[in-house]
């Protein structure tokens, strides 16, 4: 069955880390999408008061459920911190994007459409320059909603990497033709059917310091029948300017890859099985966050419309 027919609620999970005025950017354009069947999960490796302050702003103005998901700051844990928004999380299918990446108005209609069982979708992005990120969050810009006129405009003056992911064409049977390709799949940009994400246990916790988590979840996906189908030309994200992460575990990193594509492995060592609660002692909690304490740390409160 095609994913044009089905009516499912969408988890988008918003990876963040200490940068509240990206995030705030980030909201502010999923406020903005035209399918309004889908929640927002904030996944917070550990972030100050200040992404709450944001979340908390963004709360009665949503008009969707929207989450704030956190756990203590001991290093990079990007994978354990989706795997702790995915337990609190309702939708049926799953879009991973990172707390800089804004989407455009058609973005969770479009991951709607191309959505289907055994199928995760990988998408691209478009990345700015450091002075149009600059103008863009100073500003308060809405560069999700310009025209792809103000986007060519902005390539000639240098200010974003390319134009391609803003493009959106009918691939068709195209969209399937690398079913078996990983490498190019990020989790900037990543739609996964949550059936398929317990198929493999999540995310691998495993991975600490940056790189290579997207890489391991989708081999591992590839490996037990779950394909890959191309969002290029239709979901490209905008994603912030930001200064390289620290890659001092990124050898490391390959080196776990490298032994997970070698040992014919589909479970995550470190996945959503092997959650444990942690401190939950946030100010603000609503009793449904209290109900659901036992699968993810603290969650100040929610607020938008339930599925």
């Not at 490498?183 to 198929?199: E, F, P, W, Y």
Request: glycine share 8%; charged share 25%.
């Amino acid at each position: 069955m095609r994913g044009a027919g089905v009516a499912e609620l969408i988890s988008i999970i918003v990876a963040t880390y200490n940068r509240p005025d990206a995030l705030d950017a980030v909201v502010r354009s999923l406020a903005g999408q035209t399918d309004r069947e889908f929640e927002v999960i904030v996944a917070d490796d550990g972030s100050g008061p200040d992404t709450r302050r944001v979340v908390d702003t963004w709360i009665p103005r949503i008009g969707v459920r929207l989450l704030h998901v956190w756990h203590e700051d001991t290093g990079f844990r990007l994978a354990e911190i989706r795997n702790r928004a995915i337990q609190y999380s309702r939708g049926q299918i799953c879009i991973f994007i990172d707390g800089d990446c804004l989407v455009r108005p058609d973005f969770v209609a479009v991951h709607r459409r191309l959505s289907e069982p055994n199928w995760f979708v990988a998408g691209n992005r478009v990345l700015l320059g450091p002075a149009l990120t600059e103008r863009v969050l100073r500003q308060k810009l809405q560069p999700e909603k310009w025209p792809f006129a103000a986007w060519r405009a902005a390539w000639r003056r240098g200010e974003v990497n390319r134009l391609l992911p803003l493009v959106s064409l009918p691939l068709g049977p195209l969209r399937k033709a690398r079913a078996h390709s990983w490498a190019r799949a990020k989790g900037t940009n990543l739609a996964i059917r949550r059936d398929d994400l317990l198929r493999v246990d999540g995310f691998d916790g495993a991975y600490q310091g940056w790189g290579r988590e997207d890489s391991d979840i989708v081999v591992r996906l590839i490996r037990c029948g779950v394909l890959c189908k191309d969002g290029r030309f239709a979901s490209g994200v905008l994603h912030l300017w930001h200064r390289e992460n620290d890659r001092s575990q990124m050898m490391q990193n390959d080196r776990r890859l490298a032994d997970v594509i070698a040992e014919q492995r589909v479970w995550a060592t470190q996945g959503l099985s092997t959650l444990t609660p942690e401190d939950r002692s946030g100010p603000t909690a609503s009793p449904e966050a209290a109900h659901s304490a036992a699968v993810a740390p603290r969650v100040p409160r929610e607020g938008g419309r339930t599925a």
